[in-house]
Structures are given as structure tokens and as C-alpha cells.
């Protein structure tokens, strides 16, 4: 399924690159493990095979940041706002990692964003663009 070289998205991290695969026991089983080097920053990350998504449909995702959200989400308070996104980008979608990113910057141009939600977009534009990165096959 996955070789030593291929691209993959993780959740909250961004693109990578596998670097191995070993095996390792979880609850008594033996699980496949990809050992990543995420493109952005020094950090690895050791994730079972069955829960690493790919995607690369940089057209979808541009259409997903052009358009103007429906609703978001005004009256609600920023931490239940940030507790919302927070879990949208758990999710490992790309396009609701770009849904976070498009909802947060219009936010931001129409009032002041909380620290925290300023937080969550930078950290939703460095997972789309490493993953971006690793579409185009571009290195930092």
C-alpha cells in the first residue's frame, strides 16, 4: 500500500515523506507503521499504515478557498468557534482544513480574530501548504 519515498498528509502535521516502515505490536497485533519526516520542520512521526490519508486535489481545495462561506458561525463564542475548527482539522480532510483557513480569514477581514483562532489559522495555512508542497513536489 505504501512504499518507502511516497507522500502522505497526516492530520494536524502536515505533508510528508515515508522514510521506513516498521512493524510494532499494538494490543498484541502486529501493525505496520510508516515513519514520516514532515516537510515543514524537523519533526517525525510514527503513524499506523490504516490511518494515513492522501490527497491531492489542489483544484478542489483553491475552489474551497475562493468561495465565501455560507454561515460562520457569528454568534457563536470563539472557543466554542475554535473548538469547531480545531476538530474539522483533526479530521484529516484537506478540504476542511481549507474550509478552516477560507471561514477564519473571512473572520479576520471582517473583525479581529481571538489569539487562539489567529493560532489555528496559522497552523491550518502551514498543514495546506505542506501539503501543497508535496502535490507540486516542492521541498522547504
Given at each position: 500500500?505504501f512504499?518507502?519515498g511516497?507522500k502522505v498528509?497526516?492530520?494536524?502535521?502536515g505533508?510528508?515523506?515515508?522514510?521506513t516502515?516498521e512493524?510494532r505490536?499494538?494490543d498484541?497485533?502486529s501493525?505496520?507503521?510508516?515513519?514520516?519526516a514532515?516537510l515543514?520542520?524537523?519533526m517525525?512521526?510514527m503513524?499506523p499504515?490504516?490511518?494515513?490519508i492522501?490527497n491531492?486535489?489542489?483544484?478542489?481545495v483553491e475552489?474551497v478557498?475562493?468561495?465565501r462561506?455560507?454561515?460562520?458561525?457569528?454568534?457563536?463564542t470563539?472557543?466554542?468557534r475554535f473548538?469547531?475548527?480545531?476538530?474539522?482539522m483533526?479530521?484529516g480532510n484537506v478540504?476542511e482544513?481549507?474550509?478552516v483557513?477560507?471561514?477564519?480569514?473571512?473572520?479576520e477581514n471582517?473583525?479581529?480574530l481571538s489569539?487562539?483562532e489567529?493560532r489555528l489559522?496559522g497552523t491550518?495555512?502551514?498543514?495546506?501548504i505542506?501539503?501543497?508542497?508535496l502535490?507540486?513536489?516542492?521541498?522547504?
Amino acid at each position: 500500500m505504501f512504499a518507502v519515498g511516497d507522500k502522505v498528509v497526516y492530520p494536524m502535521h502536515g505533508a510528508g515523506v515515508v522514510k521506513t516502515i516498521e512493524k510494532r505490536e499494538r494490543d498484541g497485533q502486529s501493525v505496520d507503521y510508516l515513519i514520516l519526516a514532515m516537510l515543514l520542520g524537523e519533526m517525525k512521526v510514527m503513524v499506523p499504515v490504516d490511518s494515513v490519508i492522501e490527497n491531492d486535489d489542489i483544484d478542489a481545495v483553491e475552489k474551497v478557498l475562493e468561495e465565501r462561506p455560507d454561515n460562520y458561525n457569528k454568534a457563536i463564542t470563539w472557543n466554542r468557534r475554535f473548538n469547531m475548527y480545531l476538530e474539522k482539522m483533526k479530521s484529516g480532510n484537506v478540504f476542511e482544513v481549507a474550509d478552516v483557513i477560507r471561514t477564519l480569514q473571512v473572520q479576520e477581514n471582517e473583525k479581529k480574530l481571538s489569539t487562539g483562532e489567529r493560532r489555528l489559522l496559522g497552523t491550518a495555512r502551514q498543514i495546506l501548504i505542506s501539503e501543497v508542497m508535496l502535490v507540486k513536489n516542492a521541498e522547504q
